[in-house]
């Protein structure tokens, strides 16, 4: 146990710092007319419109708060943090190299998107609807995902640290390769135990995957 433990270290070492701070970046108020957004920040900005088919590269937003869906954007190197992402849904998005740190995400819904080299860090993701999403070389520690709905999932590499999945539903989604150690699963329900092989548990989840069997153990 603590030789996979010291494994996940070392590969979060390598890979958690993606995000790159950039020095020079411009405030702004409001996206504008350009759906091509570089090197720019925004402070406790509400974006109430929806955005759709913007293109954002190297770009802050701090303590802002969406309230319209994202629809087939890209976000490249964009730092999300302590923003309020409740109840909308990024949907056929490509996001690369994000930083989500702090973020209010109750209720979000993740739609056809591929997601790559990012993290998401001290979030509350509760109740969120991840549907036909790709996740490749992504981490997500310390994120409440509790009552979470998880439907044809595909990723690689993908790094759980204090992730609470209590009460996650999940659909057409093999659980194969996932380390789930660090992780809390009460209550998660599975479409089939199918879905579980392969999957990396400790003694204690093992007795809970049992339960699911209906396995009664004297």
């Known amino acids: 146990m603590k030789l996979i433990y010291s494994l996940r270290f070392i590969k979060m070492k390598k890979t958690f710092d993606r995000f790159k701070e950039v020095t020079t970046l411009y405030e702004e108020k409001a996206l504008g007319e350009d759906d091509i957004v570089i090197y720019k920040r925004f402070n406790d900005v509400t974006f109430s419109d929806e955005i759709k088919f913007f293109s954002f590269d190297n770009v802050e937003f701090i303590n802002c708060k969406f309230e319209g869906?994202?629809?087939?954007?890209?976000?490249?190197?964009?730092?999300?943090?302590?923003?309020?992402?409740?109840?909308?849904?990024?949907?056929?998005?490509?996001?690369?190299?994000?930083?989500?740190?702090?973020?209010?995400?109750?209720?979000?819904?993740?739609?056809?998107?591929?997601?790559?080299?990012?993290?998401?860090?001290?979030?509350?993701?509760?109740?969120?609807?991840?549907?036909?999403?790709?996740?490749?070389?992504?981490?997500?520690?310390?994120?409440?995902?509790?009552?979470?709905?998880?439907?044809?999932?595909?990723?690689?590499?993908?790094?759980?640290?204090?992730?609470?999945?209590?009460?996650?539903?999940?659909?057409?989604?093999?659980?194969?390769?996932?380390?789930?150690?660090?992780?809390?699963?009460?209550?998660?329900?599975?479409?089939s135990m199918d879905l579980l092989r392969g999957v990396i548990v400790n003694e204690l989840q093992a007795l809970d995957f049992i339960n699911l069997l209906g396995i009664i153990i004297k």
Do not use: P, R, W
Not at 70 to 97: A, D, P, R, Y
Not at 136 to 149: G, H, P, Q, Y
């Open 69 to 191: 869906n994202i629809k087939n954007s890209v976000f490249h190197n964009v730092k999300f943090e302590k923003c309020e992402m409740s109840n909308i849904t990024l949907e056929k998005c490509g996001i690369q190299k994000c930083f989500f740190d702090g973020c209010h995400m109750i209720g979000i819904s993740f739609l056809d998107s591929n997601i790559k080299n990012s993290d998401f860090v001290n979030s509350n993701m509760m109740m969120c609807n991840i549907s036909g999403v790709t996740l490749k070389l992504d981490i997500f520690e310390n994120v409440k995902m509790t009552s979470a709905t998880i439907t044809n999932l595909s990723f690689d590499d993908l790094i759980l640290n204090e992730v609470d999945l209590s009460e996650s539903e999940f659909y057409k989604t093999s659980l194969s390769g996932l380390d789930l150690t660090n992780s809390t699963i009460n209550g998660i329900v599975l479409e």
